[in-house]
């Protein structure tokens, strides 16, 4: 073994990389393929309008991905996105036409999530009862008051006060939609946190190995709680960019987002055993599961065929996933 | 090796009771700076219980723990590494998915306001490691592609560098291939040479030979027997082991079975 290997060489080898790597690198390879296939089957596809239109409609998907990142990272699963999602929407367009003002009603929203993760985060981290039943407790609970509260109407959200809001969610800054400028900005933060920050480092840890992170003093229920607010707050935000982009607020909004959140960030290559994830990884996940979609709109196939298409795919990227990431580690170990 | 000439860590009459069952029934011991003591003992003789005690994982229901000479209580494993006593367990104390110089530093990461000193942590994990003699080729790789020794090497580095006073190991040869138990008895040694007292527990008792000073034998919650490792042997141990109520042959038999 390496055990009596010379010191560091400065280079790492290129297998390392690859072992390393392997997750986002077959995404990424697999991103660009159906990239090349929908470019060479309609001529549409790689116009700029179409990219940005794709990335625009991904724009509330990409936000709370980051948020589910996270706590997939930790080793838990939060199944009431869609639902935070549905309160929220319904919440704003509530609070707008109850006469708030748009920054206080935004607030508002962001709070009401970072509650409601902070809630189920609680349940799961002090009250030991494992993410799946909580968020699915959570599912049900939240989306239930979210048609409590409108009746099951969509309200919408026609005062002039709260243009702004609307802008957020369909404007264009420089030739680029705003919602997807934001999801960038939300992005880049989510992966830096995660790569670079003390907290990120214990979000890793305590996914990988909560015993051992307890034994050295990482604080493990406060992390595990918050990484829920994440999920919150993001999926609040996401929330949001739908009611500025629908111009109304509903209950049924984003209904199955929870598990195009989910495929996108398992796609990415985080574990669902946790310790592993990366933001990079469910940016290409989110963007492949996208480019599906749009490229067989485009290709006119049945639009029934896209939900098929797509699950298959995900299958068959997390098959070979771990085929190949199993061989290589494999080799490396024997 | 030159052991300190009072006791680090003295217990004395030291017992556990979990419910009707006395685990540990009045045990006395004495750690020495610079002194490796080997902790044998059959399954379920006490031996995991007392190490654990020593960690503050248990607190004990009676007898008295001193460290430098004055009674202690041990309240828990955050209040034992603060009296510098420190606890490598088998094979639970590392993230497969952080990086050599990130398990190094888990829990006591270098940062700047929040944000990561990677550079920093790399250098230290190497001088870290250097100090101890230990070579892994790469900082940044992570630690599920190490191999098993390597992993225990680490988990040794990381209590060592808290400079502890006692430092407790608890099976770290178990599950490893030859070249590696004896990478990891040599860094037993070194960690030893500077004066810590090392406490092995462990059921491979050819590790004793190479690393222990001296033998502490627990049988049904009792020292049964201490011995210096140039007053004993091999066949001795076992006997004390398997606690000397059975004829040899027997206990050779049993010996050969656990090693």
């Known amino acids: 073994m390496s055990h009596h290997a010379p010191p560091a060489a400065p280079s790492r080898s290129w297998h390392d990389f690859l072992i390393e790597h392997a997750q986002v690198l077959s995404i990424t390879l697999f991103f660009i393929l159906c990239c090349v296939l929908f470019s060479i089957l309609s001529p549409f596809f790689l116009m700029p309008d179409n990219l940005l239109n794709v990335l625009r409609q991904m724009a509330p998907l990409l936000v709370t991905a980051v948020g589910m990142t996270f706590v ?15 309160l929220t929407n319904a ?42 039943i909580v968020t699915l407790a959570g599912l049900s609970i939240l989306r239930g008051i979210a048609l409590l509260l409108t009746r099951g109407y969509s309200i919408p959200i026609d005062e002039p006060s709260a243009a702004p809001l609307l802008t957020l969610g369909r404007g264009w800054i420089l030739g680029f939609p705003i919602p997807a400028l934001l999801a960038i900005v ?23 190995n909560a015993e051992a992170a307890r034994r050295v003093g990482i604080p493990s229920a406060r992390i595990l709680t918050s990484v829920f607010v994440l999920t919150g707050v993001t999926s609040a935000l996401a929330g949001l960019l739908i009611a500025g982009r629908l111009g109304s607020g509903s209950s049924n909004t984003a209904e199955g987002f929870e598990l195009d959140v989910i495929a996108a960030v398992v796609l990415g290559g985080t574990s669902l055993l946790g310790g592993t994830g990366t933001i990079l990884g469910t ?9 599906i979609g749009n490229g067989l709109i485009l290709v006119h196939t049945s639009p029934f065929l896209v939900q098929i298409v797509t699950g298959a795919i995900i299958l068959l990227a997390i098959w070979l996933n771990t085929r190949i990431f199993g061989r290589l580690s494999a080799g490396r170990k024997g | 090796m030159s052991r300190s000439a009072e006791p680090l860590m003295s217990l004395s009459g030291i017992r556990k009771v979990f419910g009707s069952n006395t685990v540990l029934k009045g045990v006395d011991l004495d750690l020495y ?3 490796c003591l080997g902790l044998v003992g059959d399954n379920a003789a006490g031996k995991s219980t007392l190490s654990k005690v020593m960690s503050g994982a248990y607190i004990p229901d009676g007898g008295e723990i001193r460290l430098g000479g004055e009674v202690v209580h041990i309240a828990g494993p955050s209040e034992a590494r603060r009296h510098r006593i420190e606890m490598v367990y088998q094979d639970l104390s590392l993230c497969d998915t952080i990086d050599v110089a990130g398990n190094l530093f888990l829990g006591r990461e270098l940062s700047r306001s929040g944000v990561l000193n990677k550079a920093e942590m790399l250098r230290k994990g190497r001088e870290m490691l250097d100090a101890l003699d230990i070579r892994i080729p790469d900082m ?13 090497s680490i988990a040794i580095a990381r209590a060592a560098s808290f400079a502890p006073r006692v430092l407790l190991l608890d099976e770290p040869t178990s599950a490893l291939a030859v070249a590696e138990v004896e990478a990891v008895l040599a860094l037993i040694n070194r960690v030893k040479a500077q004066g810590v007292a090392v406490v092995l527990v462990t059921h491979r008792l050819q590790d004793l030979f190479r690393v222990c000073d001296r033998i502490a034998f627990m049988y049904e919650g009792n020292k049964v ?9 091999l066949d001795e141990i076992v006997r004390l082991i398997v606690g ?8 050779l038999d049993q010996a050969g079975a656990r090693s």
């Open chain 1, 283 to 291: 940016v290409l996940g989110a963007l492949t599961i996208g480019v």
């Open chain 1, 91 to 132: 919440v704003c367009a509530l609070a707008l036409q109850a006469g708030l003002p748009w920054p206080i009603a935004t607030l508002l929203v962001l709070l009401l999530g970072g509650i409601v993760g902070l809630a189920q985060g609680w349940f799961v981290s002090y009250q030991k009862i494992p993410s799946f």
């Open chain 2, 225 to 233: 027997a201490e011995r210096r490792m140039e007053d004993t042997n």
């Open chain 1, 72 to 86: 997939i990272t930790t080793g838990g699963i939060d199944l009431s996105v869609g639902s935070i999602v549905a």
């Open chain 1, 186 to 208: 939300i992005l880049a933060a989510g992966a830096f946190v995660l790569r670079e920050t003390r907290y990120g480092r214990y979000v890793t840890a305590v996914g990988a």
């Open chain 2, 33 to 35: 700076g610079g002194e």
């Open chain 2, 140 to 152: 940044r790789a992570k630690v599920a592609m190490l191999s098993g020794g390597q992993r225990q």
């Open chain 2, 244 to 251: 000397g109520n059975r004829d040899e042959a027997t206990a």
